[in-house]
């Protein structure tokens, strides 16, 4: 049994936290939405009035935030995590943020005698309901070891990576791709839809051929039904491609179909619909057609 201090218990941190509490860990959690935590409660978490609090005499932290800003306040902040935790503390933050922040979570936790991985996560929710995330950590070997039980009870597919902000990189490499899967879906949809073609039976072949990916698997249905609600919001995979690019940039390589992608994305923000899932993608495509 592991004490856990859980910060951030939205659509991928909530049933995150209930899957450790189910493993019998000792679970205090916090999210500024109130309603959040008394879901937590209800599993059998106790639950936290701040992020202090919910550090508090953790072994552990693990923090599942929105974006950098969010991540900087709780984990670096005043009151924060690395103020709040007891020296030795291991804290993985398995938000999605750019690899420099992740390094500067590492730098200042060895500062303050405390450890870090960035642990981000990819399977979305219906992975982090079903405990299959896929999760790429970075950071030490040791720390790597000691968190592998606790990341056993969320995951199916747990890799170390390399050095801190490395987990980050391998989440950036992971949003191009499921970006591009979804905007080439869009794609054949649309041009089915157009030609006349009835898409259902159209995409049930390519999901058996060598177009077979888990996008066509999980969603394909949703897609053609216009069944928006997330998920995963637009406006956080707009994010995603912010560090996807910052990324390239910084390692001086040219990812032209990253670029158009994150443009596809940045037009389905403009349109209204950031806070749809990212598979509303497919209104973008369709727009850009009249349709
Ligand atoms: P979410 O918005 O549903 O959850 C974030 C939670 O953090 C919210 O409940 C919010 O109230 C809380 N929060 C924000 N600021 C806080 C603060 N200062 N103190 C305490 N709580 C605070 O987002 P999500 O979909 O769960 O995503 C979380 C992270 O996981 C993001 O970085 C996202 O990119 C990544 N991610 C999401 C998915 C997905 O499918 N949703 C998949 C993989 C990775």
């Known amino acids: 049994m592991t004490a856990v201090g859980f910060v951030g218990l939205g659509i991928m941190g909530s049933p995150m936290a209930g899957h450790l509490v189910a493993a019998g860990h000792q679970v205090t959690g916090f999210d500024l939405a109130t309603e959040a935590v008394r879901k937590l409660a209800q599993t059998g978490g106790r639950t936290a009035g701040s992020v202090a609090e919910a550090v508090d005499g953790a072994e552990v932290v693990i923090t599942m935030l929105p974006a950098d800003p969010q991540v900087e306040q709780v984990v670096l902040g005043e009151g924060g995590v690395l103020e709040a935790a007891k020296p030795g503390t291991l804290v993985i933050d398995m938000s999605t943020i750019r690899p420099e922040t992740s390094q500067a979570v590492a730098r200042a936790a060895t500062e303050r005698g405390l450890r870090a991985l960035d642990a981000p996560v990819s399977g979305g929710e219906t992975g982090a309901r079903q405990a299959s995330l896929s999760i790429m950590v970075g950071g030490a070997e040791a720390d790597f070891a000691q968190a592998r039980p606790l990341l056993e009870a969320l995951g199916k597919t747990i890799v170390h990576v390399g050095p801190a902000g490395a987990g980050q990189v391998v989440k950036a490499a992971n949003q191009l791709v499921v970006?591009?899967?979804?905007?080439?879906v869009s794609e054949a949809i649309v041009l089915l839809e157009a030609a006349g073609v009835d898409p259902g039976p159209g995409l049930d072949v390519l999901a058996g051929g060598l177009a077979a990916n888990r996008i066509l698997d999980l969603k394909r249905e949703s897609m053609i039904a216009r069944q928006f609600q997330p998920g995963f919001r637009i406006d956080l995979h707009h994010k995603d491609m912010g560090i996807v690019l910052a990324a390239a940039r910084q390692a001086e390589v040219a990812l032209p179909v990253s670029a158009l992608i994150a443009q596809l994305i940045a037009a389905g923000r403009a349109m209204g619909y950031g806070s749809l899932d990212h598979s509303?993608?497919?209104?973008?495509?369709?727009?850009?057609?009249?349709?």
């Open 179 to 184: 970006g591009g899967i979804y905007a080439l």
């Open 280 to 291: 509303a993608l497919l209104r973008v495509v369709e727009q850009l057609s009249g349709r």
